[in-house]
């Protein structure tokens, strides 16, 4: 798999958070040579399973344990509250895009739409009360032609290479855990668990498509794929430890799951037997599907692989294509050892 390329396509699809059909049928059609099985579940999550089973009858599925992936496919948007007489639309954030960097940011509509964010002449500090979406529009009756209350924009950015190794787009957040997992599923010949490649609806809204994937699944392993802030750029204050080009960041904890300590340490050791690049990813904020993940039913072992990534939530999030192949490397080989504990 060309993860430069997957990355470029992915970028393209719309998918914000409730919105996901866009980027999920992107992600079949991407998946489905590499599945026994696909489905979608009531809150849009993809379900993608590789079984140990689907080439050998004698085999049961439930012979194995079950192992779920998780890489959330949607992003943050802004919807759209009201149409000024003017034209122009005020919005309210769906998650938590990065309003700093909203200012003349590009942005475009599902059905086309494209337009651009600009602040009030009042505005003292970027907020989504004092911005607005200029798509053009003469009047609130030319504006309500194309875009109506509750339509969602997305930034409008192709995804990038600079340099040989690194990649800048707006939505690696999180097209990277996603691309990963498309190629641990390319590269997993043997799985040792009944795999469930998940790739999950409305993370960015507070984990809402994980809770109920994990209990329709209910696994005893879980590893969660995401992107983690990165911790090398000016003015750091080392309270994370991931950087970009160290490799597949094993997740010890953010601030909504710390990792059970065997997943972490058989994460490390797979990678290790492997030679896989791997660092360690402890952030102090944000949250993943991992959360909602650990704490199902009586407790699930999970752990996580995280992508370093700078400027997340912005328009152009940069991240190292080398993180995002050991991430991939990592899981595919954690999927064909089979649980020590
Ligand atoms: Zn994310």
């Known amino acids: 798999m060309d993860i430069t390329e997957t990355l470029k396509t992915l970028s393209a699809c719309y998918g914000p958070s409730g919105c996901e059909t866009g980027i999920r049928e992107k992600i079949a059609e991407l998946a489905a040579p590499y599945a026994d099985r696909i489905y979608t579940d009531v809150m849009g999550n993809l379900i993608a ?49 990065d309003l700093a960097s909203l200012k003349a940011a590009a942005v475009r509509f599902e ?5 651009t964010v600009g602040w009030d002449a009042d505005a003292k500090e970027p907020s989504a009360d004092s911005m607005f979406i200029d798509i053009g529009a003469k009047s609130r009756k030319e504006a309500e032609e194309r875009v109506r209350c509750g339509d969602i924009a997305v930034y409008d950015a192709p995804a990038r290479a600079l340099g040989r190794d690194r990649i800048a787009g707006p939505y690696m957040d999180n097209r990277a855990g996603v691309a990963a997992q498309l190629l641990a599923m390319e590269l997993l010949k043997a799985p040792k668990y009944e795999c469930f490649f998940v790739f999950t609806a409305q993370e960015e809204v507070g984990h809402r498509g994980a809770k109920p994937a994990v209990f329709g ?8 794929c995401d992107t983690t802030y990165s911790d090398d750029i000016p003015g750091s204050k080392h309270v994370g430890t991931a950087v970009l080009g160290g490799g597949a960041a094993v997740k010890v904890m953010d601030k909504s799951v710390i990792c059970h300590p065997e997943m972490v340490s058989a994460l490390k050791a797979v990678a290790g037997k492997k030679k896989i690049p791997c660092q360690t990813d402890i952030i102090q904020k944000g949250g993943t599907d991992g959360s909602d993940m650990r704490k199902n039913a009586s407790g699930v072992w999970t752990g996580g692989v995280s992508i370093a990534t700078r400027c997340i939530h912005s328009p152009q999030e940069v991240c190292s294509i080398s993180d995002i192949e050991a991430a991939g490397r990592l899981m595919a080989a954690f999927a064909e050892t089979k649980p020590g504990f």
């Open 111 to 115: 059905n086309g739409t494209s337009g």
């Open 49 to 97: 399973v590789k079984s140990p089973s689907a080439k050998d009858d004698s085999i049961a599925p439930a012979d194995f344990p079950r192992l779920m992936f998780a890489a959330h496919m949607d992003s943050v948007g802004l919807m759209v509250t009201y149409i000024e007489e003017s034209g122009l639309l005020r919005f309210g954030a769906v998650g938590v895009p």
């Open 217 to 224: 699944i209910d696994p005893q392993y879980a590893v969660v």
